[in-house]
């Protein structure tokens, strides 16, 4: 849905506390019914800059086998180059909403260029540990979804207040498509992760990078390492944004459980297939 009608949608129901029915979740999804409350068990942060990197291994593998997700610090992407991404969409989208026809200016492309370039660099690094966190050779999870021509998707996600946030989602819980994903959000909370049979809510950590094991990694791996469930939930008075960049195979890249992770007691639990064929059945909900 385009941003003015997300707006204009938004400001109609908070002028009379409601919320339009196809927007209202089912009880088993309602945050308000589902959200965990008890001693929160935080996903974990990872010092990307530490230097014990035995120690950067061992905690990347073991939050990708148990919680499929981990906020990443001094991940070496200037604070500014992250608050350039932010601020160059906003300008863009107050700019857009005065005149008639989207532009899109040139710093626009300059600043994804530029975000691009350093999150290329904490990706080598992700996907290096990953990687001997399973036991192999420090290339063949960033070869096994498609090396340098993995393709970067960014998404730019708009979640306007909402006078029922207990009722509604900004998004619905899912898995990424992606092999692995790298996003920020702006200061608002809202993303919450499933985990032990209860969601719970990710914590704000300024600057950080949060990062998702997607569908691609999970399969690679043979299941060692897990997709993240996750969804988001809306705020009543503040707007939350949030820029994922989905790292994606090419879509004839076919991929599938690793020969070195299959084996008699360990056999493949996933099918070899390319990533468009898999992206069709899951996005058209056919079984994989
Ligand atoms: O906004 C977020 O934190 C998560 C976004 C998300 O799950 C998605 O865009 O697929």
Known sequence: MEVERVQALASLSSSNNTIPAEFIRPEKEQP???TYHGPIPEIPTIDLNDPDDEKVVISIAKASREWGIFQVVNHG???EI???LQQVVLKVMARNSENSGPKIPPSYREVNEEYAQYTREVVDKLFKSLSIGLGLEKDVLKEGTGGENIEYMLKINYYPPCPRPDLALGVAPHTDLSALTILVPNQVAGLQVFKDDRWIDAKYIPNALI???GDQIEILSNGKYK??????TVDKERT???WPVFLEPPADFVVGPLPQLVNEDNPPKYKAKKFKDFAYCKLNKLPQ
């Open 32 to 34: 308000a019914i589902t």
């Open 227 to 232: 997709a993240v469930l996750h969804r988001t």
């Open 211 to 213: 990062v998702h094991i």
């Open 77 to 79: 992407i200037p604070d």
């Open 82 to 84: 992250i608050s350039k």
């Open 240 to 242: 939350r944004m949030s």
